[in-house]
């Protein structure tokens, strides 16, 4: 939890790649609770034009800010072009929801930039338990 912790302490930015604007959605609870958290977030969904108050990009590469992870609320099978379009972005870390995992290649792929990974964890838990 330290490391995860520490990830969280020096973040302050956390683009959301499948953000929902519907407040049922798994998504955009965990979203709200950023916010409450006090991160600023940027949704990252080409179907919508915004979610909680905060305008929404089709892709990553077309966020026109800087951000420290980004945080993935996708199907597994969407998630490695998502992992090679923030490789080239300059977040320290790729979150990956709860249920999402991907291949030891990827993994290595993404140790070998730099960069961290977050395997099947939910950031939202992450963030109330490092608040308590």
Known sequence: MNDIK??????KTIAIVGLSDKPERDSYGIAGVLQ???Y????VNPTIEESLGEKSY???????VDFNI???????RDVPPIIEEALHTNAHTIWLQTGITVDDEIA???EDSG???????????AVRTMLV
Not at 40 to 43: L, R
Not at 58 to 64: Q, V, Y
Not at 70 to 76: A, G, I, L, M, Q
Request: net charge positive; aromatic share 2%; hydrophobic share 35%.
């Open 6 to 11: 520490s990830i969280l302490e020096k973040s």
């Open 36 to 38: 409450k958290s006090g």
């Open 40 to 43: 600023k977030i940027i949704p």
């Open 58 to 64: 089709p892709d990553l590469k077309s966020i026109p």
């Open 70 to 76: 980004v945080n993935v609320f996708r199907k597994p």
């Open 108 to 110: 290595k792929k993404v």
């Open 115 to 125: 960069k961290i990974l977050v395997q099947d964890q939910c950031i939202g838990v």
